[in-house]
């Protein structure tokens, strides 16, 4: 996307609570500009990422459809035109498919996939939907 350097960088990033391990050596770099829909089953360690990154954990869960499509036009609008770094968490897929330039799957704790979406899609020729069912399984 640019030049410049990431805006959030983890390394081996690990976080366990007492025997569940719910983070296991995740890395990622996320550049300035980028959306990022975080994707995993409930437990896959989500939650407990957006909470070391301090970032967006399922924003549009609660709200109506009204509020909800709001809500992501706003999303698009702080990246694409004031290039903000928006990393979120849903369970919505076509939420995520309409405004996210990236995808992470989250499973078991493990970072599985990370990558460009519309290039994930060329790529594979799979929906988010089987794609997610496929690594998250």
Do not use: W
């Amino acid at each position: 996307m640019s030049n410049l350097p990431p805006v959030v960088e983890a390394h081996s990033l690990t976080k366990r609570y007492k025997d569940h391990m719910a983070l296991d050596g995740v890395s990622l770099s996320i550049e300035p500009g980028t959306v990022l829909g975080l994707l995993g089953r409930n437990g896959a360690g989500k939650s407990t990422l957006i909470e070391c990154l301090l970032v967006l954990d399922e924003p549009a869960a609660a709200l109506d459809p009204l509020a909800r499509r709001e809500l992501l036009r706003e999303i698009v609008e702080l990246a694409s035109e004031h290039g903000s770094t928006v990393v979120f968490s849903t369970h919505i897929l076509s939420d995520l498919e309409h405004i996210a330039s990236h995808v992470a799957l989250i499973h078991q704790g493990q970072l599985r996939l990370y990558a460009e979406l519309d290039q994930l899609k060329d790529e594979l020729r799979l929906s988010l939907e089987d794609l997610f069912m496929e690594l998250a399984a």
